[in-house]
T-cell receptor, first 115, second 118 residues
Framework: AQSVTQLGSHVSVSEGALVLLRCNYS??????LFWYVQYPNQGLQLLLK??????LVKGINGFEAEFKKSETSFHLTKPSAHMSDAAEYFC?????????????FGQGTELSVKP | EAGVTQFPSHSVIEKGQTVTLRCDPI?????LYWYRRVMGKEIKFLLH????????ESGMPNNRFLAERTGGTYSTLKVQPAELEDSGVYFC????????????????FGAGTRLSVL
């Protein structure tokens, strides 16, 4: 069984400040991990993913995330927030082997960026 | 290249009525997924098609929901009769053939259909 917990349904940062969105997962099999972003009135867009190899993965728009197996975490960070980063962010997990690739999502974190 | 498109973008119906949601995946994508987000909750998997076959329908809530993918192209999700708890946003996603490198199969999402059952 797999599950995802995102800590904080709402996060507010000032423009230029560090963005840190937390994600912890539970998986009985090796996981694939994802961060998706949803801007208003748009579909979910993939920010980045971890499958194998390097545990620090870089995504679009300056975001990155680090897979820490010992902590079962996959936190999303960005050094300097922009106003355009305001959106809802979803962490997701899928099984590395089989299980059809279905995604198990966290509850989402709404990011607000203050000027 | 066109992305995943969903119709309608918003549907408001009364309890007991029938609603059909449609999803057009990216051309050539064999895998099609339906997900649902009820207000305030996480996005939950409903079912997975590989071409026209249902691979996994473990997330379908009950037999009021019927999904089809005739010919392996677009898919429809029918809710009949609709209940209040069916309200939410229904997302469709598609990905390429899963044979080969699983790590390369990314799910591309549509903008969703917001269903309101009154």
């Amino acid at each position: 069984a797999q599950s995802v917990t995102q800590l904080g349904s709402h996060v507010s940062v000032s423009e230029g400040a560090l963005v840190l969105l937390r994600c912890n997962y539970s998986s009985s099999v090796p996981p694939y991990l994802f961060w998706y972003v949803q801007y208003p009135n748009q579909g979910l867009q993939l920010l980045l993913k971890y499958t194998t190899g390097a545990t620090l993965v870089k995504g679009i728009n300056g975001f990155e995330a680090e897979f820490k197996k010992s902590e079962t975490s996959f936190h999303l960070t960005k050094p300097s927030a922009h106003m355009s980063d305001a959106a809802e962010y979803f962490c997701a997990v899928s099984a590395k082997y089989n299980q059809g690739g279905k995604l198990i999502f966290g509850q989402g974190t709404e990011l607000s960026v203050k000027p | 290249e066109a992305g995943v498109t969903q119709f309608p973008s918003h549907s408001v119906i009364e309890k007991g009525q029938t609603v059909t949601l449609r999803c057009d995946p990216i051309s050539g994508h064999d895998n099609l997924y339906w997900y649902r987000r009820v207000m305030g909750k996480e996005i939950k998997f409903l079912l997975h098609f590989v071409k026209e076959s249902k691979q996994d329908e473990s997330g379908m809530p009950n037999n009021r929901f019927l999904a089809e993918r005739t010919g392996g192209t677009y898919s429809t999700l029918k809710v009949q009769p609709a209940e209040l708890e069916d309200s939410g946003v229904y997302f469709c996603a598609s990905s390429q053939d899963r044979r080969g490198d699983l790590a390369k199969n990314i799910q591309y999402f549509g903008a969703g259909t917001r269903l309101s059952v009154l």
